[in-house]
């Protein structure tokens, strides 16, 4: 165990949603600070969403698996009873969605509040919320170059229903749902909100950010989309959560962005890197490329952490990828 293991030696906590990308990040991490982990899962008989965890170090001793769904009111009580902290990521990801309602809409919104409800019963002192950068941005303000963006902009509901932006509305009425809960209640949460994460993958599946990269390296296009986003990477992501535990003054919101890069900025990259590897060189549309702006990073690194470069999240995960044999490229120098 490291130095830090002593702040979270007998202390119980509890992270939703365990088994996905972020948290199994988190886990990981927990483990590693000393903490017990209480990790609920969908399916606590499924080796995809377990095994991955089980074989993390301290694991043996001081993780514990819960079966838990969103979807089920009181389903979290029995991981969360007795926890000093919720770290509360569960939440679907996923972008083609036929009954957004269902599929999406339901579990980040009722789930969200199943989970506080569970929280205000067991009398937890500080939840973190997994919200999202998509709950930030999309309020129809321009974005450009010289525009700053932070924790005090919000997303408009309204906006993304009428675009059908049917994932981002759900991370936008959850966050609502959440400080609403928490207001209502008297009851502290902060609220991490990550741009597109990307970094190593713990879990043996392909997760929705990841497969944004592998999108870029696998041939399976020969263009590029002409968007923007906020990269960051899924160890930062991760620790933010802890920290956000850990420092007493935390509060509020933390937007999480290295930087917001093109498409076209990213195959550049990986092509610097990784000559042989054949990325889209042209973009999919003929307009004006869809333009950058910044977010501020000062709130996060009020909590003491630097952000990983946008270049060595993308190594990362390329060799993650490579590694896990999503990605096959015989001639290239992986
Ligand atoms: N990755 C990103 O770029 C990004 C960016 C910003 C915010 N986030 C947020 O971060 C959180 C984790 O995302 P991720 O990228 O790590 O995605 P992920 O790997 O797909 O993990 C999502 C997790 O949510 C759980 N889940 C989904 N529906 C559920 C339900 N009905 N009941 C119980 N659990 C359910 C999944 O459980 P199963 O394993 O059982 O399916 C999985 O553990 C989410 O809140 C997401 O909105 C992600």
Redo the contacts with the bound molecule.
Sequence with gaps: MSSAAAVGAGKVVCV????????SWLVKLLLGRGYTVRA????TADPK?TLHLQSLDGAKDRLHLFK????EEGSFDSAIGGCECVFH??????HSVKDPKAELLD?AVN?TLNVLRACKKASIKRVIV?????AVGYNGKPKTPDVVVDETWFSLAELCEKNQQWYVLS?TLAEEAAWKFSKDNGFEIVTIN????IGPLL?PTL???AEAILKLINGSSSTYPNLSFGWINVKDVALAHILAYEVPSANGRYCMVERVAHHSELVELIHKMYPDIPVPNKCADDQPFVPTYQVSKDKVRSLGMELTPLGTSIKETIESLKEKGFFTFESSHL
Excluded: E, W
């Excluded at 838990?68 to 979807?71: D, G, Q, V």
């Excluded at 997994?130 to 998509?134: G, H, I, R, V, W």
């Design positions: 939703t949603g365990a088994s996905g990308y972020i948290a609920t899962v969908r399916d969403k838990a769904s969103l979807l990521t569960a939440s679907p990801f996923y579990p789930g997994t919200s999202s950068m998509a991370k990550p741009a597109m994460v879990q997760n929705t950010s």
